[in-house]
């Protein structure tokens, strides 16, 4: 009997390729004397989480969860939508265009 094994072998990769999306990373990580933990580069990527950006850390039931934080009007504080192309939210828009 005849196989295509190429066809086998680009099978089994994407394969694997489609599981390795879906793994979780994880990492050991020492914390130093000030709370502080490097995220390891991968995990920056993987999260498009560049320099300088704001994380939320939570704690729940004896585990750590970091996740990007969204963004904030930057006057009333109000959550904003991640494609928001403004730094304050709509209603402080309006309210300042109100007091002209
Ligand atoms: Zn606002």
């Known amino acids: 009997m005849w196989y295509n094994h190429g066809n086998i072998v680009n099978n089994t990769i994407a394969s694997l390729e489609r599981k390795a999306k879906n793994m979780k990373f994880t990492a050991e990580r020492t914390v130093d004397e000030l709370g502080r933990v490097v995220l390891p580069p991968d995990m920056r990527k993987e999260m ?19 996740t990007k934080a969204k963004p904030r009007c930057k006057l009333c504080g109000a959550d904003m939508s ?6 304050i939210c709509l209603r402080c828009i309006d309210d300042i265009r109100s007091t002209k």
Do not use: P, R, W
């Open 48 to 66: 498009n989480l560049e320099a300088g950006e704001k994380v939320l850390i939570s704690c729940e039931n004896g585990e750590l969860k970091i």
């Open 82 to 87: 991640e494609d928001d192309q403004f730094v």
